[in-house]
């Protein structure tokens, strides 16, 4: 019987979990959310015309933003398309320097313990204050935009990845040797499958902090002026007082960021939700 019949085996019990989602059940995530999100707005809105009724430079209506973004579609447009731009690149720079990092660290320990410590120190580094430095070796550009945007998505990736690597159950482990399996062959059948929920995690992290490295980016460095992206952009409509399309853009970051870590959290669940219980519908 070969290896991968055998784990097989163990894990056909746990596909059987699976359960089709009923229009009920689906009503039953969604509604929770949603209520949430009227109550948080109803909320703005109240705080807005009581507190704020004659300060609406300082917290606009929702209506205000809304009228603000319907008015600014270009805009917004222009300056979500440049982040994201940048946060992607950020971010896919980040995901093959962390996880080649991390697979290389855990095949050798030396290399752990020679270059780990230095990926700590990296993550502590503050990025504002080596602002001058990426600025003075790539410029004013989208370049370093998307530098500081991978050092802030980095390490999620890579500290995640490795504990993955380094924590495969040592039965298995042991299950793939008896039978003579190769190192490769381990690593690609049993280590990296077994690491894909802490890679996700911490794919799911870096998804967020790489839009966030970009608006800061954007903030300390720049892109292009008043035509950059919603980091330049926010600047700009706050020196202008424009309250209203200030809100607009941040929303519409924030929806970014939301996207991003939609994105990779479906896509871990496709790959892991027949056998890891962190992907498996649960019942009440």
């Not at 410029?139 to 924590?167: H, K, T």
């Not at 950059?228 to 007082?241: F, H, I, P, S, T």
């Not at 924030?254 to 990779?264: D, N």
């Amino acid at each position: 019987m070969s290896i991968t019949k055998s784990l097989a085996g163990a894990q056909g019990n746990v596909q059987s979990a699976g359960t089709k989602i009923t229009t009920r059940e689906r009503v039953r995530e969604i509604l929770p959310p949603v209520v949430v999100l009227i109550l948080i707005i109803f909320a703005w809105w109240l705080i807005s015309v009581t507190i704020y009724a004659d300060k609406n430079y300082l917290l606009p209506r929702p209506m205000q933003v809304l009228h603000a973004a319907l008015s600014n579609p270009g805009l917004l447009w222009q300056g979500f398309r440049i982040t994201l731009i940048e946060a992607t690149m950020g971010f896919g720079l980040a995901i093959i320097v962390g996880l080649l990092s991390a697979i290389i660290m855990s095949l050798s320990k030396p290399l752990e313990r020679s270059f780990y410590p230095y990926a700590v120190l990296l993550q502590t580094v503050p990025v504002i204050a080596i602002a001058p430095i990426i600025v003075l070796w790539f410029g004013y550009n989208q370049r370093a935009v998307v530098i500081i945007a991978f050092m802030i998505a980095i390490f999620p990736i890579l500290n995640n990845s490795l504990l993955g690597l380094l924590s495969t159950e040592r039965n298995q482990v042991d299950l793939f040797r008896m039978h003579r399996a190769s190192k490769l062959t381990e690593f690609v059948k049993l280590r990296l499958p077994a690491a894909l929920p802490s890679i996700f995690a911490g794919l799911r992290i870096s998804a967020g902090l790489s839009v966030v490295g970009a608006i800061v980016g954007e903030f300390i460095i720049g892109s292009g002026g008043a035509d950059g992206g919603l980091g330049v952009k926010v600047l700009y409509a706050q020196a202008r007082m424009a309250t209203g399309l200030l809100f607009a853009e941040v929303l519409v970051a924030t929806l970014l960021g939301f996207a991003f870590f939609m994105l990779v959290t479906v896509t871990g669940n496709r790959l892991i939700r027949n056998w890891h219980e962190s992907a498996l519908r649960k019942e009440n």
